[in-house]
């Protein structure tokens, strides 16, 4: 069973910052990993979904990475903005063969101007 | 095309009392799951429905409960309400919930507070 769990809990980084997100999961036989955005007490928005064939995807200022034979996952925020203010989460396939998920318990971003 | 829909969006009962939660999925997706969503246990998966069968179930007791209609519409059911049950409930859909490529859309959530 996929377990997830992302590093830090929380950051607070000035505007203009360049930021890293750490995601790792236990089953290397991982097929995919999306990154989730969540304002407080709203739903959640995909960000990026990643293959495991992929290494990367972009979006725009954000760039997520997989490293599967390592377990680990990074988002990178490019030029942070306070508008980046939310809590990211990220979260693999829960069973083989589905796009149910399980989640990490995210990290909190807050971008001070 | 209408995202994920959730109704009611806000929701405050008694312990003991029973609830009903719905979710209307974006138009031609099939797979509806369920998740709980607290301060302490983060984003937990409840159960997945596909063509009116529940597919995939979480780790969660009996009390809870779910159905899918023919138009893939979902509701969710929790019986005799615990405080712990206050939580954020989300919804998501796919097309078919099998295919590794699909994404899953998350509604705005259903606000339970158990008092």
């Known amino acids: 069973k996929q377990e997830v769990t992302q590093i830090p809990a929380a950051l607070s980084v000035p505007e203009g910052e360049n930021l890293v997100l750490n995601c790792s999961f236990t089953?290397?036989?991982?097929?995919?990993l999306q990154w989730f955005r969540q304002d407080p007490g709203k739903g959640l928005t995909s960000l990026l979904l990643i293959q495991s064939s992929q290494r990367e995807q972009t979006s725009g200022r954000l760039n997520a990475s997989l490293d599967k034979s390592s377990g680990r996952s990074t988002l990178y925020i490019a030029a942070s903005q306070p508008g980046d203010s939310a809590t990211y989460l990220c979260?693999?396939?829960?069973?083989?063969?589905?796009?149910?998920?399980?989640f990490g318990k995210g990290t909190m971003l807050l971008v001070s101007p | 095309k209408a995202g994920v829909t959730q109704t009611p969006r806000y929701l405050i009962k008694t312990r003991g009392q029973q609830v009903t939660l719905s979710c209307s999925p974006i138009?031609?997706?099939?797979?509806v799951s369920w998740y709980q969503q607290t301060p302490g246990q983060g984003l937990q998966f409840l159960f997945e429905y596909f063509s009116e069968t529940q597919r995939n179930k979480g780790n969660f007791p009996g009390r809870f409960s779910g159905r899918q209609f023919s138009n893939s519409r979902s509701e969710m059911n929790v019986s005799t309400l615990e405080l712990g049950d206050s939580a954020l409930y989300l919804c998501?859909?796919?097309?078919?919930?099998?295919?590794?490529?699909?994404?899953?859309?998350f509604g705005p959530g259903t606000r339970l507070l158990v008092l």
């Open positions: 138009s031609g997706h099939r797979s």
């Open positions: 979260a693999a396939p829960l069973y083989s063969g589905y796009s149910t998920l399980t």
């Open positions: 089953d290397s036989a991982i097929y995919n």
């Open positions: 998501a859909s796919s097309l078919v919930g099998s295919d590794y490529q699909e994404t899953q859309y």
